[in-house]
């Protein structure tokens, strides 16, 4: 990550794969030809190479090997989260309306997309909180930051949990989007193999922040989700209750249902996608 930004413009080849695979309709047949199209590029590239191209109108550099995200937005841009990405694009235009700055929370930033997606439609008057453990992920994400000047993400190098102290991190070997962390054990702080990263809770960053309310917060922990969420709601104020949630389903690891103590709290079930459950409150 050394290189500027240009340093790695896709070749002649990578160029043709990417302008196919970036144009293919959006269903399963797109999505499979794109499968098999994008193999010409990631066999030929190292594990941590990437490649510069644009996205969403914001200069980016992109790592298609072991991170589905990365690799979903350089070949398959107009397939990355549909869904989440029209909620998300109503509720800033919602607030464009009122004239009044657009306000995101992203938990589990992994390298930023879900930030840089808002950053792109919101502008430099938005306030974007990116929260993200991983040292590789954030190292990503500040480069997009930096090749894109102006861009409002503030990035909050933290895992976040029920409580404030330290966790260990495991970092997906296969896909950086399975990162994920747990509790931490005697033996772990005598291991310097092991990950051990600064936990906090939501509600305390949220202060340190400076945020007041929240237009729409993200969530995607690999199954913490209910353990961050439900101390945020039961000590935060409501005006700091986000008018747009965008949760990861991971109810199978969840300790509470997360779903039904967000519904006693207002929230409805927008709407669904492949991974995510949609969630609005009442707007303010």
Known sequence: MTDPYGARTPGWLDRAVIATTSHLPDSWLGLRVAIGLRRLVTMRIPDDDGLDVVRWGLRMRLHPRHNGCEKG????????????????????????????????????????????????????????????????????????????????????????GESAGTVVLNVGENDRGGTHVRPITAKDRADDTVTKVECRTLLEVLRQQ?????????????????????????????????NLLIVEDARDAWNNDLFSELAQRGYAIETRTKLNVMMRRPVR
């Open 210 to 242: 400076g945020i007041t309310s929240i237009d729409a917060l993200k969530i995607d922990v690999e199954g913490a989700e209910d353990r961050i969420l439900l101390p945020f709601f039961k000590d935060a104020e409501r005006s700091l209750w986000p």
């Open 73 to 160: 937005a350089l070949f398959t841009p107009q397939m990355y989260e549909p869904g989440e990405r029209k909620e998300l694009f109503a509720e800033i235009d919602r607030a464009k309306s009122k004239n009044r700055p657009f306000v995101f929370i992203d938990i589990g930033a992994n390298v930023g997309l879900f930030s840089l997606l808002v950053a792109s439609r919101a502008g430099e008057m938005a306030k974007i909180v990116a929260i993200e453990p991983e040292a590789e992920n954030i190292k990503r994400l500040q480069f997009n930051i930096a090749a894109n000047a102006g861009i409002p993400i503030q990035v909050v190098p933290l895992a976040l």
